[in-house]
């Protein structure tokens, strides 16, 4: 239920950024109840113009009409339920043999009486044909079939339309008022991005918009290749023929002379005056292979998975927290744009963890952005955590970002070494030091940026 919401609110989302783009919705959306809804508010010019000149505006309404679209679709769920079984009421009438038909005729029309209109099914007008002796039965029974689930399609439509007039009018009040605190709280964290020309660096690389250094893509192979192939267990290459009485050498057509009596003393002749015809051979090669250097990409995803570790303790108060806040929605933001997974793990005392690329999470996001850091701190624990991730399929390989300004002891010899090791598959581990010098953690990233 969960993926299947989170993979709906997903076509609207694109739908979203599709209309912004290309001033129309996609056809996946036509005829949608929530499409048209969705065409409707963007449609509206002060909508339009705001989302298409201000990235901030923009990112807080399509979150606000998402989360709104994630309350009707569990609505909207029953009611596809509900529709589901009138079509298999349909299928089981339908396909039914004729005495089955009978037994179900009663039941079927007062079902369709009750539940749909004269207009959409007229149950009067097909109890008359029925009776028709002229008629073609089978005939009959098409047309009650096309009109009973076309009205049942049409009805759910119409729950639907109930259901988002019924909270519209709440929710665009409710809008209206929360997009503004909404606008101000990215606005805000987004100002602290162009006091820092690290962090905006930090986005270009998380984000893979500049190719990152050739040594550092690339890995060195030393392939060893013999020279040549040989046809005996010296190794030697064939070069021509000689005479002599070496067996190993002897060619093919010498030692067919011993298939016949008559021939057979002609070889023996031969052996023993070092007359038969050998394979000649080059000196041997003292060295029999060679290097080949080889240059290929390290395993790196084109647009691969975003971890990024946020330390809340005490410690990062102040100016540090609004730097790890900022940088956040800008990653936020970034992998949305270029669908790529984000995974949100923050730790102090203790760690907390969450999956930020469903398309309605923004409410989390907000409480995370509104909370006060305090605590402790645990590296350890949060390490773990990042390790444990990186086991998981969607995120393996992933860009792993930690903010903090590392007031914590260096990771154990066993969390070490797994470290390096996700590294050798082709995880990178980069870092955000926040207000402090200390350059303790330097050799277990693969880059740290200083903020001072």
Not at 127 to 138: R, S
Request: charged share 30%.
């Amino acid at each position: 239920m969960v993926d299947n919401l989170d993979g709906q609110l997903e076509k609207y989302a694109d739908a979203f950024d599709f209309y912004i783009e290309q001033g129309a919705l996609p056809e996946s959306c036509e005829g949608d109840v929530l499409g048209d809804y969705l065409k409707k508010v963007l449609d509206e010019p002060g909508n339009q113009h705001l989302c298409r000149n201000d990235p901030a505006w923009r990112e807080v309404f399509k979150n606000s009409v998402l989360e709104f679209f994630g309350h009707l679709l569990p609505l909207f769920h029953a009611i596809d339920r509900q529709e589901q079984e009138e079509q298999r009421y349909a299928d089981a009438f339908f396909h039914a043999p004729i005495d089955k038909k009978r037994k179900m005729w009663h039941g079927v029309m007062g079902h369709i009486s009750q539940t749909y209109p004269p207009n959409q099914v007229n149950m009067k007008g097909y109890l008359y044909l029925f009776q028709q002796t002229d008629k073609d039965k089978e005939d009959v029974f098409q047309a009650l079939e096309q009109d009973w689930r076309k009205a049942a399609r049409e009805r759910a439509g119409q729950l639907k339309r109930k259901e988002l007039e019924k909270r519209q009018r709440k929710f665009e009040t409710w809008a209206t008022e929360a997009g503004r605190q909404d606008y101000e709280i990215v606005s805000e964290t987004a100002s602290v991005l162009y006091k820092y020309p690290a962090l905006q660096e930090i986005l270009h690389l998380m984000g893979r918009e500049k190719e990152e250094n050739k040594e550092e893509q690339d890995e060195t192979i030393k392939k060893y290749i013999p020279l040549l192939l040989s046809h005996h267990s010296s190794s030697e290459e064939i070069n021509g023929v000689r005479n002599g009485d070496d067996l190993s050498l002897v060619l093919p057509a010498e030692i067919a002379l011993l298939a016949e009596k008559d021939t057979e003393w002609l070889f023996y002749r031969k052996y023993v005056s070092k007359q038969l015809q050998l394979f000649s051979n080059r000196p041997p090669v003292q060295k029999r292979e060679k290097t080949e250097v080889q240059r290929r990409q390290r395993p790196r995803l084109v647009e691969g998975p975003i971890i990024v570790c946020v330390d809340t303790s005490a410690s990062m108060h102040g100016k540090p927290e609004k730097v790890a806040k900022s940088l956040l929605i800008q990653l936020l933001q970034v992998a949305k744009r270029k669908k790529r997974k984000c995974f949100l793990i923050t730790y102090a005392v203790h760690s907390k963890t969450l999956e930020l690329s469903a398309p309605c999470r923004w409410r989390e996001v907000k409480e995370f952005l509104m909370k006060r850091f305090t605590g402790g701190t645990d590296g350890e624990m949060m390490f773990g955590d990042v390790l444990k991730t990186l086991g998981t399929e969607t995120y393996s390989m992933a860009d792993v970002l930690v903010i903090s300004d590392f007031y914590f002891p260096e990771p154990c010899p066993d969390t070490a070494k797994k470290i390096k090791a996700e590294q050798g598959k082709g995880t990178r581990f980069y870092g955000l030091r926040v207000f402090n010098t200390s350059k303790n953690y330097d050799k277990w990233f693969d880059r740290i940026w200083q903020l001072r």
